[in-house]
């Protein structure tokens, strides 16, 4: 019995921070040339790198883009829609959510809803948190803004419909784990002290470990990455070693997160109504 009409869904996401991925954390560090590079190495190099890899396998894939980035690269969401892509709501500047008021909070929801759907020509369907954290507003903001899935909880393998204050919506929760993002194995800057780089071969064996796991339980896997560093090259490996081994597997599927969250609606709908 598979988990979604398609087979063991697996979602390759990427969550285009850039430059804000710093800039975020201190607005000074925009003052810092070495450290903004870092992030420009995502649109400069990373994410031709990354749309080619994905043409080569005939993936669709969605990516979360905070909307400054939006403003920023035009062209580049232009690219990534007509290539079948989806693009998803990271928040407006990538401020931390935890250090916002809810005023503040609102109004990066509501900027970066209007810079992504006026550059993609969209509205965005999906949010993920800047950072990975909530504040005791941000569910009732995904309902209010109308969004259908989430991709933020850690709290599960498998999709499932989000409970606000006490009762289920219609919003489809898709979870995710630190060990499936490429940040806590690599990311590294002399701002971040006491980090280190892993090799690519130990993201290799954690992804398809966990690969292998989710697959025998016919749960979900969702792999979120950033492209200046999943970007580089023997990174970019891991991830076309990845794609490799998941297509060794029978059914299968490697689609966007809003085609699987239209999927997993029905299911979980018919599901809820069984058990009713
Ligand atoms: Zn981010």
Not at 195 to 216: G, I, K, N, V
């Amino acid at each position: 019995m598979a988990v979604t009409s398609k087979g063991f869904p697996l979602l390759l996401t990427f969550d285009l921070d850039f430059e804000t991925m710093w800039t975020a954390r201190d607005p000074a560090y925009a003052q810092r040339p070495i450290l903004m590079s870092q992030g420009a190495y995502g649109w400069k190099v990373g994410m031709p790198r990354i749309l080619r890899l994905l043409e080569k396998y005939e993936v669709c894939c969605t990516f979360f883009v905070p909307g400054l980035v939006a403003e920023q690269h035009p062209e580049l969401m232009r690219e990534i829609v007509d290539r079948g892509h989806e693009v998803a709501h990271h928040s407006y500047s990538h401020k931390w959510i935890v250090n916002l008021s809810p005023e503040e909070e609102r109004e990066e929801m509501e900027k970066g809803l209007e810079a992504l759907t006026r550059t993609t020509g969209y509205r965005p369907r999906g949010w993920r948190s800047p950072a990975a954290e909530f504040s005791a507003i941000t569910l009732d903001l995904l309902q209010e803004y109308g969004f259908d899935y989430s991709s933020n909880f850690f709290d599960d393998d498998s999709p499932y419909l989000l409970n606000i204050r006490g009762k289920q919506t219609n919003i489809v929760e898709l979870p995710f784990r630190w060990v499936l993002d490429d940040a806590p194995f690599f990311q590294y800057s002399i701002v971040l002290p006491g980090r280190t780089m892993q090799a690519p071969s130990a993201l290799l064996e954690a992804w398809t470990s966990e690969f292998d796991t989710l697959y025998e339980e016919q749960r979900m896997m969702m792999v979120g990455m950033h492209p200046q560093i999943i970007g580089q090259p023997s990174r970019l490996k891991v991830l076309e070693n990845l794609l490799i081994y998941a297509r060794e597997h029978d059914n299968v599927w490697i689609g966007r997160c809003d085609e699987i969250t239209d999927d997993m609606r029905l299911i979980l709908k018919a599901q809820t109504d069984a058990a009713a």
